[in-house]
C-alpha cells in the first residue's frame, strides 16, 4: 500500500490542499493519505507523530503557495 503525506500551510494552500487530499483519498483511500486534520490523535506528541508518519510514507506532497518565500 502506497503512503502519502502531505505537507502544507494553512495560510496560502489550505483550500488547495483539501480538494487535492479529496482526491488522494478517492484513489489511495483514506488510510494511506496522512494530513494533519484528520490524521493526528488528540494527545500525542506532535512532533514525534509526525516524524513518524514522514519516515514511512513513499510521497511527501509539499504544498507551496505563493506567499512561500515571503512568510516571516
Not at 505537507?7 to 483550500?15: F, G, L, M, Q, V
Amino acid at each position: 500500500m502506497t503512503k502519502l503525506f502531505i505537507s502544507y500551510r494553512r495560510e496560502d494552500t489550505e483550500a488547495l490542499t483539501g480538494r487535492i487530499y479529496d482526491r488522494l483519498v478517492t484513489h489511495f483511500g483514506k488510510e494511506s493519505v496522512f494530513i494533519d486534520i484528520d490524521t493526528i490523535p488528540a494527545g500525542v506528541d506532535f512532533v514525534e507523530h509526525l516524524a513518524k508518519a514522514v519516515s514511512q510514507c513513499d510521497i511527501l506532497l509539499a504544498m507551496i503557495g505563493e506567499q512561500w518565500l515571503d512568510v516571516r
